[in-house]
């Protein structure tokens, strides 16, 4: 009984910076504020979600997410094999990785906006070449290039971190019983890294979609996701109702999100 006591000081946490700022989320997403300041109840905030202009905007961030997650798995599952392997010196390059977290989030997107411009390092380097100066920076591959690079080592962690725990006699069983180095990797390796895979999309997917900041810096405000338009709502607009409305259906799609990939993951395994 005593030992139960310790948890109240987490749970008033969580009631004070977790239940009670969705709560307002909510109350605020399903009301409105009369002329006279009284608080009425409606859902013309949810149904002005599902117009045209704002389902183009969540359409693009899904795809941008998806297209992100998928780029960031082909490049951390073949990294997270080869670094699983090389034991004693993994953990440095794993370093190398995760030093650029390190950086403020907002640093690190404006590292790339100098790189990317017309008069940037990148440029300059094809120009050694004779190449003219490329228009890189404000264009669609240049917001994906940032989501991919801040949200590369989410999806490289959780996949090294379970790579490391499969038995080397799992697979050297497989290759003694005439298994190749493909099937091996396709019947052995990759249902057993499956929970990483798991966590991995989960840990790049959903934060993606809900992003902002690097769409305006390195999109040039051509490419508005999701996160940018609730951030409008509430610092430009001062509309706390919409974009609590936004915040709201949000955070439903995440939901069925994470039921939909709970239902490969039954075991609860993908939880590292």
Request: proline fraction near 4%; aromatic fraction near 12%.
């Amino acid at each position: 009984m005593q030992k139960k006591h310790l948890t109240l000081p987490y749970v008033v946490w969580m009631c004070l910076f977790t239940i009670v700022p969705l709560l307002l989320v909510f109350l605020y997403g399903f009301t409105t504020t009369n002329a006279s300041g009284d608080m009425l109840l409606t859902m013309d905030n949810i149904i002005k979600v599902f117009s045209a202009e704002n389902l183009k905007v969540l359409g693009r961030s899904l795809l941008y997410a998806a297209i992100t997650t998928i780029i960031c798995l082909i490049l951390a599952y073949p990294a997270a094999l080869i670094l699983a392997k090389k034991k004693g010196s993994a953990s440095f390059i794993s370093m190398l990785f995760i030093l650029p977290m390190w950086m403020n989030f907002l640093l690190r997107t404006y590292a790339w906006r100098a790189l990317l411009e017309t008069t940037g390092p990148i440029n300059m380097f094809l120009g050694l070449f004779g190449i003219e100066p490329q228009q890189f920076l404000f264009t669609e591959s240049a917001v994906i290039l940032g989501l991919v690079y801040n949200f590369f080592p989410f999806m490289l962690m959780p996949i090294q971190n379970i790579c490391e725990k499969i038995p080397y006699s799992y697979t050297e069983a497989a290759e003694d019983l005439g298994a190749n180095k493909l099937q091996t990797l396709l019947r052995v390796t990759l249902p057993l890294t499956k929970p990483g895979i798991i966590t991995g999309i989960t840990m790049v997917f959903m934060p993606t979609v809900t992003t902002f900041i690097i769409s305006r810096l390195l999109g040039g405000g051509q490419f508005m996701m999701y996160g940018d338009l609730i951030e409008n709502q509430f610092m430009l607009l001062r509309d706390w109702n919409f974009g609590s409305a936004l915040a709201v259906v949000m955070m439903v799609l995440l939901i069925i999100s994470m039921a939909i990939l709970r239902k490969y993951d039954k075991d609860g395994d993908a939880a590292l």
